[in-house]
């Protein structure tokens, strides 16, 4: 496979135009997209209006004028669209690990005439789903425990003694896709409720939660959906649930003023809305919403199987090109070989993972370290080509071949990897 080939492919590829509604500097391979989206061009011109006119020159009143108000139900809405929800079943809100919080009480509270006691998740989630769920279990004191397995050990962990089993669909380690359909159909088999976090799948993967009967989920805003750095989170309750809950006043036990059925009449006790809005909690922010929306529109512009079809086809490349071109380097594949059980990223692994992901940064190819010895390479479809594929193949196998990696200055970890 040559270079001249990627191009051709970039020549043909339908989604090629949507690169140029992202600001990415020109010197830039950027594989990190699944940990910081890009910044679209449109932002900029939004965050100005919000500030100068919205803010500046609104004040306060555009809280109705401007439609501050209806920010949250209206990105929540365009998410939903791409997550295969109802408009009025999701919320953007928060931090992810917040809403998860939020929803996890939730589904515990709906288990709590039950024996049930169990939370099943995967021992290699991300650490905040994990260390969210102990936190939760340890304030409720009701004995729930949350029991760990390996990944392909879930299904066979659930049964009439588990809870919930929260899980995060694309595994932030290693690209890894669970089957959202199988494992939440065994769950509801065995009595239990599923939460899914989407983070890595929001934006880059079609998801089908109600076509899957999923009961919640969350996920984030700054990594496909290219809402910024940290940009707000999102929230689905199933309309069934929300309707279940309705007379349960701390069903979701983050009880702020925003979730109450009437906040600007401050009543002195509280009662929550009967819809999606009990999950919001205090004010959120509209500058950090603005951008979002702006972001989620770059990924409906484009379409989520569109996407899907781009994604699969770059990791595929890269998978391709990294077999081709570097052979007996110490690489290693930690993503699934098929295309289908992964997300919108490849995991390789190497001894010397972050140096050599320090030493490509220097290249001017972005992706990420993830400890112990993981470099990580995201695609997100909407910006990058081909050809990109190609050069970061190529400056990975010059950074090995040739220890550029041994620099003593690429040896020294910053607080973010
Ligand atoms: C990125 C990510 C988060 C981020 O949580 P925040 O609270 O928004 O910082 C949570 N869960 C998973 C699986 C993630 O990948």
Redesign the pocket.
């Known amino acids: 496979m040559t270079r001249e080939q990627c191009a051709a492919l970039d020549a043909q590829d339908p989604l090629a135009w949507h690169r140029s509604q992202f600001a990415l500097p020109p010197d830039v391979i950027y594989l990190d997209g699944n940990s910081l989206g890009a910044l679209p061009r449109a932002t900029s011109a939004r965050e100005n209006e919000v500030i100068e006119q919205q803010w500046g020159d609104g004040l306060i009143r555009s809280w109705n004028s401007a439609h501050w108000v209806d920010l949250p139900r209206r990105v929540g809405g365009k998410i939903a669209q791409l997550i295969g929800a109802e408009p009025n079943e999701v919320l953007c809100a928060d931090?992810?690990?917040v809403n998860l919080f939020k929803v996890l009480a939730t589904a515990l509270r709906l288990q709590r005439s039950s024996s049930r006691k169990i939370i099943v998740s995967e021992r290699a989630n991300?650490p905040?789903?994990l260390y969210i769920a102990e936190g939760l279990i340890d304030l409720l004191g009701h004995g729930h425990q949350l029991q760990l397995v390996e990944v392909d050990d879930v299904l066979g962990a659930i049964d009439e003694r588990t809870a919930v089993v929260m899980l995060?669909h694309v595994n932030?380690k290693t690209g890894s896709m669970h089957e959202m359909a199988t494992l939440t159909q065994r769950a509801h088999g065995a009595g239990a409720l599923v939460v899914w976090?989407l983070?890595?799948s929001a934006g880059a993967v079609p998801v089908e939660l109600n076509a899957f009967g999923v009961d919640f989920a969350i996920g984030?805003g700054y990594?496909y959906l290219n809402g910024g750095p940290g940009a707000p989170?999102f929230v689905f309750v199933a309309s069934r649930h929300l309707s279940a809950i309705s007379d349960d006043v701390y069903a979701q036990p983050l009880a702020g003023w925003l979730g109450h059925h009437s906040p600007f009449e401050f009543h002195d006790c509280y009662r929550p809305a009967a819809s999606i809005d009990r999950y919001a909690v205090g004010t959120p922010s509209i500058v950090a919403l603005a951008a979002l929306e702006v972001g989620v529109d770059t990924v409906l512009a484009a379409g989520i199987e569109a996407l899907r079809a781009k994604s699969v086809a770059l990791t595929q490349l890269f998978i391709r090109l990294i077999e081709e071109q570097c052979p007996e380097l110490g690489l290693q594949l930690a993503s699934p070989r098929h295309a289908e059980q992964r997300g919108s990223q490849v995991c390789l692994s190497h001894p010397h993972a972050f140096a050599a992901m320090q030493a490509l940064i220097k290249r001017g190819v972005i992706g990420d370290f993830r400890a112990p010895d993981i470099l990580r390479f995201g695609f997100a479809p909407l910006y990058v080509r081909y050809v990109d594929v190609w050069d970061a193949a190529h400056a990975l196998r010059e950074v090995l071949a040739n220890e550029e990696w041994s620099e003593p200055a690429f040896q020294t970890r910053a607080a973010v990897t």
């Open positions: 931090s992810t690990s991300f905040t789903d995060t932030f976090d983070s890595h984030c990594k989170a």
